[in-house]
């Protein structure tokens, strides 16, 4: 008779684990309720004509609209503490920031607050846009 090596034993047992996590997941994602942060609002938040200007947990975070864009109105300028923080919308109308492009949020604003979250209290370097050689 044949014995199983360590490896094939080990293979069939993380097929089989990888197996019954993906069962456990599609069938439990479709009824679980999903968390969320208490004082969050999914609704964003519009940015007034003359821009925000707040201390959030003792940062300075300034946003004001820049001129342009398809409704008059261009893409909005984030610093924090002076510094700019370069925020990139998405199609769906969500926003990331270089601090956390793994998480989006609903508006500029709230984008902004987690930047201030994620540094921790570290500054935040300088912004350089660099342009492309071709």
Sequence with gaps: MK??????ALGIGTGAVTALGLTACSSSSASAP??????????PV???TGGIDEVYEGRRIQITLGPGGHHGVG???VKI???ELH???NADGSWVTVVNHYETFPDP??????AVRGLQGAEL???VAKEVQL
């Design 3 to 8: 014995k199983i090596t360590r490896r094939q």
């Design 34 to 43: 999903v968390a969320k942060a208490s004082g969050a609002s999914s609704a």
């Design 46 to 48: 519009s940015i007034p």
């Design 75 to 77: 893409a909005p300028t």
């Design 81 to 83: 503490d002076g510094n």
């Design 87 to 89: 925020l990139m919308g």
């Design 109 to 114: 604003i709230a984008a902004a607050r987690a």
């Design 125 to 127: 370097a300088p912004f």
